[in-house]
């Protein structure tokens, strides 16, 4: 992945600079504690043009990970927008993921930070739709307790817990991890939400102890409108085994089959699921065609 070209442009505190020449401070407390905030978020080309996918919803997730982090952010929605569309204007993108994180100020005391820094980045992200099924296993490492971190908050320092579960995940041999929360309920994958269906239901795991994802409430806005019940509940890792069908969902991730999970293949084909339908619809979605489906 080039995540920047010799020519790259990013947004750095107010200019547009050249990405070979931005720099960051090295005395910050997100450089040494991972006490920053960030986002991810995906632009599309469309029948309408180059669309960025909920802008709002990612740039109010951003604005709040730092209020709960009280990190002084003072953007607005509308600036942060427009500040991504000039991004991926002046680096020619349409597929993209854009990158926007927010980094606090010289201090490395424990203190609250006093100031901050925003950086803008996007690179080039292939096109919806190359993902195929994947192979999960239950995580040893739960996700962060609640009670000892802003769970709801996108902050760096919980990544240290995501890319621990995802190396080990490929050092047994398998694509990727569920992890568990604190009580031993599913929670999610390290960075993307989870949903199963089990004769004509979806479950997912209701917005305590997860990070809740955009994805995660585009597809339950999904299944409002074309009537798929959908069910928010704890479960626990031995009902995945009883599955038809779960799918991971995320910025990055789409909406991306399930084929297994502990070796164990998952009881129906992915093709005519109801998972399928969302993976369908959610693609229309965020391409701006219709997403209306008529289920017989
Ligand atoms: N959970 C975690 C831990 C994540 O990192 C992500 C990716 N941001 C998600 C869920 C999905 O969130 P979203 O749909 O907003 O990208």
């Known amino acids: 992945m080039d995540y920047h070209k010799e020519d790259s442009i990013i947004f750095l505190d107010g200019k547009f600079v050249s990405a070979k020449e931005a720099s960051a401070n090295l005395f910050s407390q997100t450089v040494h504690y991972g006490y920053g905030a960030f986002e991810g978020i995906r632009s599309y080309y469309t029948i309408n043009g180059t669309k960025i ?5 990612h740039f109010g997730r951003l604005i709040n990970s730092c209020r709960l982090l009280n990190i002084p952010f003072d953007y607005s929605l509308e600036e942060l927008t427009q500040i991504s569309y000039q991004i991926l204007e002046k680096n020619n993108l349409t597929h993209a993921y854009i990158r926007p994180l927010v980094m606090a100020g010289e201090n490395m005391t424990l203190s609250t930070p006093q100031e901050s820094s925003l950086m803008i980045c996007a690179w080039e992200w292939d096109k919806y739709f190359n993902h195929r099924e994947v192979a999960v296993c239950i995580s040893s490492y739960q996700r962060p307790n609640p009670k000892s971190t802003k769970l709801e908050a996108k902050t760096c320092g919980h990544y240290v817990n995501s890319i621990l579960a995802s190396n080990e995940a490929h050092q047994r041999g398998f694509d990727e991890a569920i992890m568990l ?3 031993g309920f ?3 994958g390290p960075g993307a ?3 199963y269906e089990k004769d004509g239901v979806l479950y997912t795991p209701p917005a305590a102890n997860i990070l809740p994802g955009i994805t995660r409430q585009t597809v339950l806005e999904i299944c409002r409108e074309i009537e798929i019940p959908v069910k928010e509940k704890l479960f626990r890792p031995e009902e995945l085994f009883e599955a ?5 969902c995320g ?3 789409e909406i991306t089959a399930i084929d297994s999970i502990e070796g164990q293949k998952l009881n129906r ?4 699921s109801l998972c399928s339908i969302v993976q369908e619809a959610f693609k229309n979605m965020v391409l701006e065609k219709s997403h209306a489906y008529v289920i017989v």
């Open 251 to 253: 910025t990055a991730t």
């Open 244 to 248: 038809d069908n779960a799918f991971f």
């Open 181 to 183: 929360d604190a009580n």
């Open 193 to 195: 939400n989870f949903f």
């Open 269 to 272: 084909p992915w093709k005519g």
């Open 53 to 57: 996918f909920k802008p709002y919803e």
């Open 186 to 188: 599913v929670a999610e």
